[in-house]
């Protein structure tokens, strides 16, 4: 590592070789001449956002593959008598071997798919080998767990955004959609489905609630589906989906005539639906874009379920534990990085983490990253055993958009100027962390 | 198997707790925030009915003796013992009053001190007597290993000479458990508590200090001059292991620190709930479903400091179920004081704030709970100690390097 001093000379005269080299080029004619000043200006504003809209396609045909008499559900797993926060055998491995592959596959190529846009689809499917999209998927039909899974589901969705949290949000989005539907789907929904799901060509999927607009409350979706004889007919805006246009599949949340917020079924190639790109500060590997819909006509059996208020709020509460453990994992790998870059990183003559202004930083992400973790299992606890959960989960998400948000600044600043650059891993996370207290919908535990 | 509920089979003792809480400490809480060094009398009878408790059955303790580590037997299994149901017992009683939870006979830090540490013989000798804890001199507060009360030995006894200030329930207690050096060159390995008799000739009460809070509580200062004590006052092992550095001395805080953020946990649930019912009657609602930031600017607030609250609850409980399985917890024990202290601190004033003049007034209690609220990110460790505790073990330092 190269002294503090070495350092700032490199700094300076990077800074100030891009800074002539900025001037020269907005003041050059030379752009003008070549007619490319638009686009030049294009990139430095928005990378590789390019806007335009496509209309979506019909992809793969959903058939009910059997004839259910009533809904499959997974049972709440039953009361347990004594704390504890030791993992059961099971949600051990499976949490070990996605945190060994968030390590050797997930955090290697996530530099890359951020600067991309795009998670690997090799990656996406090896992901998808390890079964994280069946966790909400009943037994009867394919799926591997018989109880509900929110804790194991969050012990992936931790495991997982300790590798790279836009590329955990690319690979999970589709099992929110397989796990609405496993709770909350009529047994027709469910068996025409659920099946994709459980195979090695799982469909790309969105569960879609969050809306453009600032305040957005998931409980009032400015979506709207209006009746239409036997129809629906839907109409809205939502916001930064994940993979919109490889999308095979799509629940949307409206507020629907008579009913209240609700979820809708909605296939590819429905009229009146487009994709348009979405590029975010961060969760780029997840590719996000929007779903509009103008005067989107769908049958009566696109609702999903019964409707039933209480579901979609339970569906709202279990996203965002969702997203809690996606930001207990970023929060964690930013407290492992910067551990060894303060130690590893010398200034006036020893390790920076002899300091104690470095090192209480260093332990007061320790601490919050640890409550957001145990707010988060408690949430998602609860929520197994049948308990209502609305109040620890306001408690979980309230500690990871705040306390999350602020690890992922504190993690840049203790690498100073060398945390804003791209050679190290700390603004991505920064950037992702703010995702924690924003995003509505899209994952479900 | 996760699960963070409190356990149903101490759900009795919670109960109890509250019941204690409400009935007993809330009622006098102000009599004795006004009537400073007065003794809180009421206190006798419960504290009797508390040692009951202690005594019964595998239940655990509701007190500060819970705290000592019992082997597992062997048993591979996941336990909630003692050391749960002592901070369970504490956050109710805290909800109450932490000043008269500070009072109460025979629940000092000294019996925790006791409890972790003694021997079988000193466990049976000084069993049932009530221990305050001597730490603080004028010139060593949190650098303990500064400390420059000596103790000599002569004979069948060690002197003890030297200055002690800040000893809570230092002039009610029976017993004070007292630290000191054996030899000032040798440094924290040298440290060691000497358990004292309140009547010992050799210790003299120089006064009681006037505070900001927990004023039901009696804040003692002592002057040790010549003071003898047999040599099996001595807790835990005589001999200086330089290896073992503070060893005995410091081990006691893994099992004291989760009491006091404990402690915090339940002056912070006090100043929540009452809050949450002044703001109801103002017709502020808070809603858990709706995002925060949508909902009146008082219930986001209200939204944010619960959630600190539910943090700081959560680190506490396991810290308290990490010792109870014998599971190494410094770390945690210091995260959960480290976020306990200041959150009830952010969290007692932050309720002042939101309820106006009713907060402020002397009226209500939350104007009480916020200069209560402070001691609590100072002692057992200050907030700054916790943190550089918490650091060097991330960190991988020593106190020579971090400090």
């Known amino acids: ?445 | 198997m996760i699960n963070l509920e409190i356990p149903k089979k101490f759900k009795p003792l919670v109960s109890q707790g509250n019941q204690v809480a409400r009935e007993v400490f809330r009622p006098i809480s102000r009599k004795y925030d006004e009537a400073e060094h007065s003794y809180p009398k009421e206190l006798d009878m419960l504290a009797s009915l508390i040692d009951g408790m202690n005594d019964g059955s595998d239940m655990g303790g509701a007190g500060a003796a819970g705290v000592r580590r019992e082997s597992n037997g062997g048993d591979e299994g996941n336990r909630n013992g003692s050391n749960l149901s002592t901070v369970l017992g504490i956050i109710e009683l805290c909800w109450g009053d932490v000043g008269l939870l500070l009072s109460m006979p025979r629940q000092g830090l000294g019996n925790s001190a006791i409890a972790s540490v003694a021997t079988e013989e000193q466990l049976e000798k000084y069993g049932g007597k009530w221990a305050a804890m001597a730490i603080t001199e004028p010139e060593a507060g949190s650098d303990s290993a500064a400390i420059r009360t000596t103790a000599d030995l002569s004979g069948d006894e060690y002197v003890l000479n030297g200055e002690k200030i800040f000893v809570t329930s230092g002039d009610r207690a029976d017993l004070i458990v007292v630290w000191a050096t054996l030899d000032r060159n040798v440094g924290r390995a040298a440290i060691k508590s000497f358990i004292v008799e309140r009547d010992n000739p050799g210790l003299k009460l120089d006064r009681l200090e006037h505070k900001l809070g927990i004023r039901a509580s009696d804040t003692a200062n002592f002057t040790l001059q010549n003071c003898r004590v047999p040599k099996e006052a001595l807790l835990g092992n005589p001999e200086i292991d330089t290896k073992a550095g503070f060893g005995g001395a410091m081990q006691t805080f893994d099992n004291t620190r989760p009491l006091v953020a404990a402690m915090a946990v339940g002056v912070a649930r006090a100043s929540l709930e009452e809050t949450r019912k002044r703001l109801e009657e103002a017709g502020v609602e808070i809603d858990y479903d709706k995002p925060a930031l949508t909902q009146h600017a008082a219930a986001a607030r209200y939204l944010e400091m619960e959630s600190d609250y539910e943090a700081a609850h959560l680190l506490t409980l396991q810290a308290a179920w990490m010792a109870d399985n014998s599971k190494p917890n410094s770390l945690q024990a210091s995260m959960a004081k480290a976020k306990a202290g200041r959150t009830c601190v952010d969290v007692a004033l932050g309720c002042v704030e939101l309820c106006g003049s009713l907060g402020y007034s002397e009226n209500h209690l939350l104007e009480k709970w916020a200069r209560d609220a402070k001691i609590l990110d100072i002692f057992e460790g200050t907030q700054q100690i916790q943190l550089l505790i918490v650091a060097r073990q991330l960190l991988g330092k020593t106190s020579s390097e971090l400090r």
């Open chain 1, 1 to 445: 590592m190269p002294t503090a001093s070495e350092d700032r000379g490199v700094a300076e005269r990077g800074m100030g070789l891009g800074l002539r080299w900025l001037g020269r080029l907005a003041g050059s004619d030379l752009l003008d001449r070549l007619r490319i000043r638009k686009g030049v200006e294009r990139t430095l504003y928005g990378g590789t956002k390019n806007g335009f809209r496509s209309a979506t396609v019909a992809g793969r045909t959903f058939k009910a593959a059997q004839k259910l008499t009533g809904p499959a559900r997974q049972a709440p797993s039953k009361p347990r008598s004594l704390f504890d926060i030791t993992p059961d055998d099971e949600q051990q491995m499976l949490q070990e071997g996605v945190r060994d592959f968030a390590e050797a596959k997930v955090r290697p190529v996530a530099k890359q798919a951020d600067f991309d846009r795009s998670t690997p689809d090799e990656l996406l499917g090896q992901a998808n080998e390890l079964g994280i999209n069946m966790l909400g998927v009943p037994e009867e039909l394919g799926g591997v767990m018989h109880e509900q899974a929110a804790v194991t589901s969050v012990l992936i969705g931790e495991a997982l955004a300790h590798g790279d949290m836009g590329i955990a949000y690319a690979a999970l989005a589709p099992g929110a959609v397989a796990t609405a539907i496993g709770h909350w789907g009529t047994p027709e929904q469910e068996a025409t489905y659920l099946p994709a799901f459980t195979g090695e060509d799982t469909p790309a999927a969105a569960l879609a609630i969050l809306e453009p607009r600032p305040l957005f409350d998931p409980l009032k979706p400015e979506t709207t589906a209006r009746r239409d004889g036997e129809d629906w007919v839907l109409n809205g805006a939502k916001s930064l989906l994940a993979r919109p246009k490889e999308c095979e599949l799509f629940v949307v949340a409206a507020e629907a005539e008579g009913l209240g917020p609700a979820l809708f079924v909605i296939e590819p190639g429905t009229s009146g639906l487009t994709v348009e790109e979405e590029p975010a500060m961060g969760l780029r590997p997840a590719a996000t874009g929007r779903l509009l819909l103008d005067d989107a006509k769908l049958p009566d059996t696109a609702l999903l379920g019964e409707g039933k208020r209480e579901d979609y709020v339970e569906c709202v509460q279990r996203a965002r534990i969702a997203w809690c453990s996606l930001a207990v994992g970023a929060a964690e790998a930013t407290l492992d990085y910067v551990k060894q870059y303060v130690n590893e990183r010398t200034a006036f003559g020893e390790p920076i983490s002899n300091r104690q202004g470095v090192a209480f930083a260093v332990s007061d992400i320790g601490i919050e990253s640890e409550g957001m973790r145990l707010a988060t299992y408690r949430a998602a606890s609860r929520a197994d055993q049948g308990q209502d959960f609305a109040r620890e989960t306001a408690m979980a998400r309230r500690l990871c958009a705040q306390k999350g948000m602020q690890i992922g600044s504190e993690g840049v600043q203790l690498l100073g100027g060398h945390g804003f650059v791209k050679e190290h891993p700390v603004e991505r996370w920064y950037r992702d962390l703010r995702a924690a207290g924003v995003m509505e919908g899209a994952l479900l535990v």
